[in-house]
């Protein structure tokens, strides 16, 4: 049977308050801050929408295989089994624990990377440019035209531009490609998924050159949620069977565990080359510990172990993909301008279409940033002329291509009534925003 009500597929086991605070507390607060959101005590929250990343909630058996932690230095037992459940998943023979994704991200692309260097990708993620173009490569970003219009539906717009791949490769030299990533989900590009097809078009290509294929797999259960209802032939295979796929398509991934791991802090490196491994390993142990922990403890390597399954459970992967669509629909419906279709971890809101008569200079992607945080307590995030915009020499903007307010849900953290209640703070915002007009 089909319920018009998403509920949450699981109960509250243990509560942890937020604090209500007033208009006035709050006008004070962002002050204080510089009107920046990542300068506000997270206590002066009630409702953080600033990323997804690193905030779940861990569920009781999470929590009790925590207690079982072996927090021995070398062969810890919490270590075999994070491996055993991510060479399961993944189909990688080399596993290397990392501290969170970026340290992967050093490791293997500080590696491959260097000058005369190029990366390839759907869209790179600010932690992956910074690690590549550190290493002295180049990033390009290259994916389908589709993406570049907010409002046009395609099921799949995290995709890659292949023929561009193709074009790439052949100008810059097979041998010069650092490696060819893919991101899935798209989580710069508005968290749009990557379907099967464009990832077996990407991976002959990268066979074809013999040039490398990366998973950037952060999102590869929300992924998976998409091509099991959006590609045709997908219908009847699982989740997880769908991500196995995808992997198998690849010669390695770099995981974020503080997204799809439903844990706190963590990430790892998979590999399916021998010789790329030994490589990275030794990378491994200058910065982020023994091979058998990686910068983890022994509770986080359990709690990753656990996250990894439960997070193709198929009840926990719809609640997640609609209650994120369903912020998303109620606002689009109220005429807030937004990315769509509604990506798997976000809503991407339009500021500069919102907030048309404000212009460029003066931030209104920052505005509505402020405006959320004062009005209701919501923390988001600008996505826009502050994050990315540049200076020309006299000291004018050079404005970022895109004008974006992201509201990232955590995971399993908050309920329906939360979110109906920043519903309700974007009616208010827009009814000010009438008035104003008027
Ligand atoms: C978060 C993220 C990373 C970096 O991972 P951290 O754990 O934050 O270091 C890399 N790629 C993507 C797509 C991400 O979302």
Partial sequence: MNFRTIIEPFKIKSVEPISVTTEDQRTHFLEEAFYNPFKLKSEHVLIDLLTDS?????????????????????????????????????????????????????????YLGGKGKVFISNTHFDTTRANIEFSGAEAIDIPIEESQHPLLYHPFKGDMDFLKLEQLIKERGA??????????????????????????????????????????????????????????????????????????????????????????????LALKDQALSDACTNLLIITEGFVTYGGLSGRDMEAMAVGLREVFDPDYLRYRIRSTEYLGEKLFKMGVPLIWPIGGHAVYIDAKSLYSHIPVDQYPGQALVCELYLKGGIRSVEIGSVMFGKYDDNGKLIPAPNKLVRLAIPRRVYTQSHIEYVIEVFEKILEKRIQQED
């Fill in 54 to 110: 690193g905030t779940s909630a861990m569920s009781s058996k999470q929590w009790s295989a925590m207690l079982d932690g072996d927090e021995a230095y070398a062969g810890s037992k919490s270590w075999l089994r994070m491996e055993s459940e991510i060479k399961d998943l993944t189909g990688f023979e080399h596993i290397l624990p990392t501290h969170q994704g970026r340290a992967g991200e050093r490791i293997l692309y500080g």
């Fill in 175 to 268: 041998e010069n490609i650092g490696a060819v990533i893919l991101t899935v989900t798209n989580n710069s590009g508005g968290g749009q998924p990557v379907s099967m097809h464009n990832a077996e078009r990407v991976s002959e290509i990268c066979k074809q050159h013999n040039v490398l294929f990366i998973l950037d797999c952060c999102r590869i259960a929300e992924n998976a949620y998409y091509i099991q209802h959006r590609e045709a032939g997908f219908e009847n295979v699982s989740y997880r069977e769908i991500a196995q796929k995808m992997f198998a398509l690849s010669d390695g991934c770099v995981m974020s565990a503080k997204k799809d791991g439903l844990v706190n802090m963590g990430g790892f």
